[in-house]
């Protein structure tokens, strides 16, 4: 932005980007699906920590979440079904400069690209990973995910979902350096909020399950959570994610917990009696692969294929 000053030279300002700044196509997920809601907070991070939208990319896989990019006015790709995490690392890889956001859903990351959820979490690469569980494949009209639970009536389980679900809460715990496992719900907004945004000033993966509404192919799931706060426990800590009492005072179980406990953070995970929100596990010093892999980054091309040639010289008899 610039302006005129007094002696009619140009003064340059800084920038100020507002919500518009951050917005993208009209998003065409179904009337009061979750996905509005996230999408709503991560602008709203996105603006609040002023991150420049040519510095940004927004990167997912296939599903109703993944459709993410388009409605994001930053750098997107929208790439295919469970790669939503190596194109992530490939970008961030390159571009240590950028602000990665990864949307993926619960068919995305859980089912397809389960290889690649573990070995990116292990990289811990510092990029928002968004998982929006609604526990169903929705773009594909109703089938069952890995998260769906056992019961629940899907195209291809008209009589109910026949095996137990994944629990993505332990299995990510469960990874070698994982460094931030956070978990929320898609209709409390402050917390939604607060909790990408201490994902987003994580240095590493910040991994947020989001438990999100599809009220077309799975309504009584989310319904029977809404309807009953008692099902979650909120867990409470200094070095947790702090929401306003507004928020908070909606859930009647609350705990404290040190984020740093990863063995107490496992036990929550695994307690299937109650749900647990907030900040399961963190840990600040989990090494970033980018920063021990980043020789080379700053290379000139002319430099680069100095280099490759040498090596190939190498190889000469
Ligand atoms: Fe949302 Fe479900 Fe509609 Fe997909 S099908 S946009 S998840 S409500």
Partial sequence: MFGLKADWSLEVFERYFTLGDYAGGEARWCPGCGDHGVLTAAQRVLRDEQLHPELTVAV???????????YLGTYGFHGLHGRALPLACGIKSRRPDLDVWVATGDGDCFSIGTAHWIHALRYNMDMTLMVFDNSIYGLTKAQTSPTSPIGFKTNTHPFGAIIAPLNPLTVTLGI???????QTVDWNPPMLYETLKAAHRHKGTGFVRIIQRCPVYADSLAKELQGDPSRFLLLNHEKGIQIDKSASRQFPNQQEHDPSDLANAFKLAADTSRIPLGLLYWNPDAPCYEDLSSAGVEMTPHARLAGFNAALDRLTI
Avoid: K, Q
């Fill in 60 to 70: 997912s896989g296939i599903g109703c979440s993944s459709r993410m990019p388009h």
């Fill in 176 to 182: 070698t350096n994982i460094s931030f496992v956070a």
